[in-house]
């Protein structure tokens, strides 16, 4: 069956604009993730999703980071105003519940900030 | 919240040995252990995971071991081989329900 997606799968952005990424997590799971990954780092969380909760955003880094589930599906996360440290990988996962699932990794967006 | 520590930060081992790599948690109320693999340039895949009611668990040449009462985790991967190289992360699921991970370990296996 189908995977996590995430698209785009590179992005190269100037200093200063702001870039959405974009998860389809896989069918019929309820919890949503969003993690981040710097050259050579481990994973950091940013923000999780599960059904109709309110998210637990306590991850983000600033608030130029924000993300949103629509529909309890799709998930986009914006970075408004990139900065050079943003640059990273960004990852989604998604898992049929919240408690004690296996999380499963979308491929990641590859964010380059210029 | 939680927080995890992950040792060592690079392996380096011949194949046909074995390797371990070892994490720590912090929140008791801990109940959920997966190890993820990641391949260069690839997404992270769960390979084997363990629940705060079991000790041990094993599949084919990889085992978990949890120690409770110590907080601490284990990976072991037996009879290695090239295709074992990749970096390894632990995480563990706090009270909170989020997954904090480790820092990962860079696992080499040289035939």
């Known amino acids: 069956g189908a995977g996590v997606s995430q698209s785009p799968s590179n992005k190269v952005t100037e200093k200063g604009k702001d870039v959405e990424l974009r998860c389809d997590p896989i069918?019929?799971?309820?919890?949503l993730y969003w993690y981040r990954q710097s050259l050579g780092q481990g994973l950091e969380f940013l923000i999780y999703?599960?059904?109709?909760?309110?998210?637990?955003k306590s991850g983000l880094p600033s608030d130029r980071f924000s993300a949103e589930r629509t529909g309890g599906s799709v998930s986009t996360l914006t970075i408004q105003r990139t900065q050079q440290e943003d640059s990273a990988v960004y990852l989604c996962?998604?898992?049929?519940?919240?408690?004690?699932?296996?999380?499963?990794f979308g491929p990641g967006t590859r964010l380059l900030v210029l | 919240g939680e927080n995890v520590e992950q040792h060592p930060s690079t392996l380096s081992v011949q194949e046909g040995d074995s390797a371990v790599i070892k994490c720590t948690y912090s929140?008791?109320?801990?109940?959920?252990f997966p190890w993820y693999k990641q391949e260069l340039g690839k997404r992270p895949q769960l390979i084997i995971d363990?629940?705060?009611?079991?000790g041990e668990k094993k599949d084919q040449r990889i085992a978990v071991t949890l120690n409770k009462t110590a907080k601490h985790f284990s990976l072991h991967i037996t009879e290695t081989q090239p295709e074992d190289s990749a970096v390894y992360f632990c995480?563990?699921?706090?009270?909170?329900?989020?997954?904090?991970f480790g820092t990962g370990t860079r696992l080499q296996v040289f035939p």
């Open positions: 996962a998604s898992s049929l519940r919240l408690r004690q699932e296996t999380q499963y």
């Open positions: 069918s019929g799971h309820t919890a």
């Open positions: 999703f599960q059904g109709n909760s309110a998210p637990d």
């Open positions: 929140d008791s109320a801990s109940n959920y």
């Open positions: 363990i629940r705060s009611n079991v």
């Open positions: 995480a563990a699921t706090g009270s909170d329900d989020k997954l904090i």
